[in-house]
């Protein structure tokens, strides 16, 4: 039978130094070791003293501690005293006797620790199992349960709990559930950890879960109980071959996961369009759900910037759609179906990436729409506009467009409209016959004898809605001798236009006031209008979209250089030394379009030039109604406007002795004096469109 090291050091010590006490005062009464055992024991009794005077608890394991040298210390000085070895040899029988308390009765080393409990592995100390068997009687538990309950007492039963129940799962020969309560009866359990049940069972900590445990009838509950589920098998399966509520559950719903805290509804497999929708739930004590998008990316093995992960947030649903490849890849061709508008104005401008219809509108609640296009070069600006412009065509509009400079699609876009011309001239003069036809529609009477703002809704119009496209606005409002004006006139019509059926379409490669776009101007359209921006410099997304009035939380993220993905064996071809492929700059036409406060990534639909875009249109160009021309004509705004300046158009000729500066200033068209030029027609005085057309008036000399 093993004992502990400690106890069987100092019986040895005891057997080694009986002899001493004995022998020593007999053999050298003066010797040091007298002294040293003497020492000892006065040391002894000062422990004593002090172990009695104390008022803490265990004064009597204190003093038994000291014993051991006080009595060493009373054979030595009766050794001393005695004739020889005493008579019947009492010296030897005195230390014998000290020796035999240490070896027989208890070694005192058992007392050097309060509530020692001897090591667990020790199979022969039966203390624990007395102690289990009185804290966990025989209550007719099954054979399970019994032998997990032999399991948890040979590991020391951990946290200092007993095993109430055990329940083996289904088809997993190693996974059980314990019900676990403390050994002490009205104690909490406050040790128990998840190492510390994974250690006994020899299982992973991954695989232990501990819980509370609710008080039901008949049963207690609360912190003196625990459920702990034990769990190697389920996660060995769940690892390798998870459901699709697991997988989710652990690599999109989890902490840190691309959408924390929801739960799988189901998923949806749409073949025919080659895209996986996936559905999910968060708790609506979560509130609005949390998106991360690189690892909602890399959790369903793909990246961010492939362009194949779109999310849809609706209230607390989420969808995710994962294309097999890009949607805004694709090319989807214009057709006059998509481009006609339906009976509230509105038409298919492209895709978004999540697979719906993006439309666009040529009227809204407010009135006629107005239109922002924004795009750098290549962008696919003008193949937008083309797809308004035959939109307000097969609406019936009429549709006039001017350009800053010419190219070969605005100018076959330029045959279905009706006026189309090129430069600055050209455009003011177009937006001085918009603020004119303001003043000639407001006093045209409807079919019942009245005037009426413009509404599509409302029988007996007597005019058509008026479409103006100006391409390139910002180069044209830079022109040194009509630029500022314009910009003034681009206002009023941004202003007053929808109320009299005239939508103002501007196009451009910015909508920064700093670039001489106007606040009030991008106020109004922006309001008024679905803004559609295409292809913007990744450092430039924040501005745009904030001078477009989108907040900073729904600012998208710029959208990929190509949506192709990149070819494979690259390594192979770093190793050869070969040059990497071309990359495919597929994104023109592709960008955001803005029709609330969330900006929507899309494709927009591809009108072939090549081929001929007649079939787009309707086969009669809509112009102005007879009416509308004769007052313009009446007020020397309808001619050629391709033609030079007419005298007097913007101003006295140079030379003239009736004009002096000020009314130079006046008459002048607004001529800009640099970058920060204002316009000679202040934008104070002007606040109707009858002040506007006599300001006209007066720069025509009518």
Known sequence: MSVPRSVALERTLYTLVA???????????????NTAVQLAGAAGIGGWFLAAKSDDTGAGRRILRWSPLVLAAAVDIAARNTIGWGPWCLDGILAAAWATAGLLVMPFSRHTRRRHRPALAAPQLQPVAAAASVVQPDDGADSFTRQVRQLWEARGMPGRTIVVTATPHAGMPHDLTLLLRSAEAGRPVSGLTDEAV????????????????????????????????????????????????????????????????????????DD????????????????????????????????????????????????????????????????????????????????????????????????????????????????????????????GAVVMLATEAPDEKTLALGKHTARYGVGALFM?????????????????????????????TRPGCPYRTLSAYLDEFLSAARHGDYGAEIMDLAEIVSVKGRKYGVGLKVAGQSVYVQDGFTQLLCENLRENCIPVVLKVAPKK????????????????????????????????RVMAGQPEPPSDSNTGGAGWIIEGKQPDVLRTLYMDFKTGIDDYFPDTVATLTDYEIRELEARGLWFDWTEPPRPGEFGPEPGDEDGDEGVSKKKGGGKRRGNGGKP????????????????IKNLSGI
């Open 19 to 33: 002899p001493v006490l004995a022998a020593a005062p007999n053999l050298a009464p003066d010797s040091p070791v």
């Open 198 to 269: 994974a250690a006994a069972f020899g299982v992973d900590v991954s695989d232990v879960r501990i819980e509370e445990v609710a008080r039901q009838y008949g049963r207690e509950g609360g912190p003196g109980w625990k459920e702990v589920r034990v769990t190697p098998d389920a996660n060995e399966r769940r690892s390798k071959a998870p459901t699709a509520q697991e997988w989710w559950a652990d690599r999109i719903g989890a902490a840190g996961g691309g959408v924390p805290g929801s739960a799988f509804v189901k998923k949806v497999r």
């Open 272 to 395: 025919g369009r080659r895209v996986t929708h996936y559905i999910a739930q968060v708790p609506g004590e979560l509130g609005e759900p949390r998106l991360n998008q690189h690892a909602l990316a890399a959790a369903l093995k793909t990246k961010y910037d492939e362009g194949r992960l779109f999310v849809t947030v609706d209230g607390s649903q989420v969808l995710v759609s994962l294309w097999d490849s890009s949607p805004l890849a694709q090319v989807f061709p214009a057709t006059r179906e998509l481009l006609t508008p339906d009976k509230d104005g509105r038409w298919v401008t492209g895709y978004l990436g999540n697979g719906q219809p993006a439309r666009n509108r040529v009227y809204t609640d407010r009135g006629a729409a107005h239109g922002l296009f924004v795009a750098p070069s290549g962008g696919g600006k003008t193949q937008l506009m083309a797809l308004h412009v035959a939109a307000d065509a097969l609406f």
């Open 428 to 456: 003011v003069r177009l937006l001085r016959v918009l603020v004119a036809l303001l003043e000639i529609r407001g006093d045209m009477v409807w079919d019942d004898g009245h005037v009426h703002e413009w509404d599509p």
């Open 541 to 572: 997304v924040g501005e745009m979209f904030k001078a477009l009035g989108i907040p900073a939380e729904n600012t998208p993220d710029p959208l990929p250089r190509s949506f192709s993905p990149g070819e494979a064996g690259r390594i192979e």
């Open 680 to 695: 000679a027609v202040h934008r104070d005085t002007v606040t109707s469109p009858r002040q506007a057309l006599e300001a």
